[in-house]
């Protein structure tokens, strides 16, 4: 019972953070059109503005763990938000709905943020503190508090952007030029402008995602590549361009990496992460939550 209990909360704890990611690359792609490769690499920037930061806090200022973390992670987000406004105004907006011409932008963008980030920060791994010590007991499976800290963090920021989109105008605006542009710019709504809001939050999605996975990974400039083949993986079972999808995807292969990875091993539970995708493409090519576009 408490191995189970922990490998399901590492599920929870594993699939917030997946689903934080690829909600970002989803709407992105829904409300521009465009599927941006470069998405892993705002993910890992974020990361190592952190941990660089947390060091220089840390042996400079003596600020608590928790207090350095928060610090540094508001300051890589603005960075990165920074980046993702000059991004959209001087790439992408010239390519809206353009996937071929948005595809091969967004590769040229990889490359010069890989070569970027190995050249500011280097390519040996990184670390950020622990945040809080200790553990607590559920359902007799010991768990640490950071990891709670961390899985309840994402759950919330999960809800928020779900409201987000859901419940509020910019959500709505957002949802309608996914839906149907033309549509949606006939009913007044400002197409360039919601398509750079929805970058920006898609971007600081990844970011958010970056920002928690931070304290309890090993920093890479190339950990992002892993996490954007795993958001395709998602995006393709639970349908392009579907938020529901996304986060039932981000909760299953999750539960596929928890399990799979203790009861079996990694590789195996990998392998059968692709098959799944294999079976969805064969069986429902649109996803489990997507639909038909004719």
């Not at 091969?104 to 500011?120: K, N």
């Not at 990891?147 to 949802?175: D, E, N, Q």
């Not at 309608?176 to 750079?196: C, T």
Request: hydrophobic share 60%; aromatic share 10%.
């Amino acid at each position: 019972m408490s191995t189970f209990v922990q490998l399901l909360i590492n599920a929870v704890q594993i699939g917030a953070i997946y689903v934080l990611f690829s909600l970002g690359l989803t709407l992105i792609f829904g409300v521009m059109r465009i599927i941006n490769f470069a998405h892993g690499e705002f993910f890992s920037l974020t990361a190592l503005l952190i941990s660089v930061q947390v060091g220089w806090l840390t042996s400079q200022v003596g600020l608590p763990p928790w207090a350095d973390y928060l610090l540094a992670f508001a300051v890589a987000l603005v960075v990165l938000l920074i980046i993702s406004v000059l991004v959209f105004r001087f790439g992408f907006a010239h390519y809206l709905g353009d996937m071929t011409s948005g595809f091969i932008l967004s590769l040229g963008l990889v490359l010069i943020m890989q070569g970027g980030m190995l050249e500011l920060f280097g390519g040996y791994p990184r670390s950020v503190p622990a945040l809080v010590e200790g553990s607590i007991t559920v359902l007799g499976g010991a768990i640490s508090l950071q990891k709670l800290l961390i899985c309840a963090l994402a759950l919330a920021a999960t809800g928020a952007i779900l409201f987000m989109v859901m419940r509020t105008p910019l959500g709505v605006s957002l949802r309608a030029v996914a839906e149907d542009q033309e549509a949606a710019m006939l009913q007044g709504i400002r197409y360039r402008r919601i398509a750079l809001y929805g970058f920006l939050i898609g971007s600081a999605l990844a970011a958010l995602a970056g920002g928690l996975i931070a304290p309890l990974a090993v920093i890479l400039p190339s950990m992002g590549g892993e996490f954007l083949i795993k958001a395709f993986m998602i995006v393709i079972i639970g349908g392009l361009g579907s938020i529901p999808g996304a986060i039932l995807a981000s909760f299953l292969l999750a539960a596929i990496e928890s399990f799979g990875s203790f009861y079996v091993d990694l590789p195996t539970a990998t392998i059968g992460m692709f098959v799944l995708v294999a079976v969805v493409l064969v069986l429902r090519p649109q996803g489990l939550l997507g639909r038909v576009v004719r």
